[in-house]
């Protein structure tokens, strides 16, 4: 079973950055394309950023400018890169891939506070 693991989460000063690492392990997949995505409590997930295969990307209008995904050749792992950071970014950080049948991998998440 694929399983992604999220790895980087911390806490950091407002206007700060934070590097989040996202590896995938276990039965590999063609992934179409790998992500981030975020919650708080009471608040429904939220697409923070996502790349899909030949590099397309998608960001959350909240996040533009300041937030940058990447991944690695062999797309088993995927960053978050996160600049200017805001108290309002502090939340728990999911991993996401898609699969082959449009099929959704999640991480366990990784908390990141930002301080306020």
């Known amino acids: 079973q694929v399983q992604l693991m999220e790895s980087g989460g911390g806490s950091v000063q407002p206007g700060g950055s934070l590097r989040l690492s996202c590896v995938a392990s276990?039965?590999?997949?063609?992934?179409?394309?790998m992500g981030w995505y975020r919650q708080v409590p009471g608040k429904e997930r939220e697409l923070v950023a996502f790349?899909?295969?030949?590099?397309?990307?998608t960001y959350g209008e909240s996040v533009k400018g300041r937030f940058t995904i990447s991944r690695d050749k062999t797309y088993t792992k995927v960053y978050l890169q996160m600049s200017t950071l805001q108290p309002e970014d502090t939340a728990v950080y999911y991993c996401?891939?898609?699969?082959?049948?449009?099929?959704?991998?999640w991480g366990q998440g990784t908390q990141d506070p930002v301080d306020s």
């Open positions: 790349i899909r295969g030949g590099g397309t990307t």
């Open positions: 276990g039965r590999m997949l063609t992934f179409y394309g």
């Open positions: 996401n891939a898609i699969g082959p049948g449009a099929s959704n991998y």
